[in-house]
Nanobody, 126 residues
Framework: QVRLVESGGGSVQAGGSLRLSCAAS????????MGWFRQAPGKERELVAR????????YYAGSVKGRFTISKDNAKNTVYLQMNSLKPEDTAVYYC???????????????????WGQGTQVTVSS
């Protein structure tokens, strides 16, 4: 049974920072890439950042580029999302997700991810 467990969400004022963590566990866990998605009320879930386990190639959505940094610790099967200069529009539930297919390791579609965490709330006040 594969589990993804997020932590690190919370409330912060605009301009502040938060660091999210996503720990993967399970004997059968094998993934090619991890993504951080977010979903704000009334909006579709969107990919924020993605990283490949091998080589560490990253991708960022334009709205967070330069403010967010995704990183990984292969030994711990953990992925992080450092979020700086937070804005009220960053308020959402943040989910980490894992894809097992090499074909989808560069995908931005939530349909191509196989495992999901439970989500963690990030609230940014102005």
């Amino acid at each position: 049974q594969v589990r993804l467990v997020e932590s690190g969400g919370g409330s912060v004022q605009a301009g502040g920072s938060l660091r999210l963590s996503c720990a993967a566990s399970g004997r059968s866990f094998s993934s090619t890439a991890m993504g951080w998605f977010r979903q704000a009320p009334g909006k579709e879930r969107e990919l924020v950042a993605r990283i490949r386990w091998s080589g560490g190639i990253t991708y960022y959505a334009g709205s967070v580029k330069g403010r967010f940094t995704i990183s990984k610790d292969n030994a711990k099967n953990t992925v992080y999302l450092q979020m700086n200069s937070l804005k009220p529009e960053d308020t959402a539930v943040y989910y980490c997700a894992a894809t097992v297919s090499p074909y989808y390791s560069g995908s931005s579609s939530q349909d191509d991810y196989d495992y999901w965490g439970q989500g963690t709330q990030v609230t940014v006040s102005s």
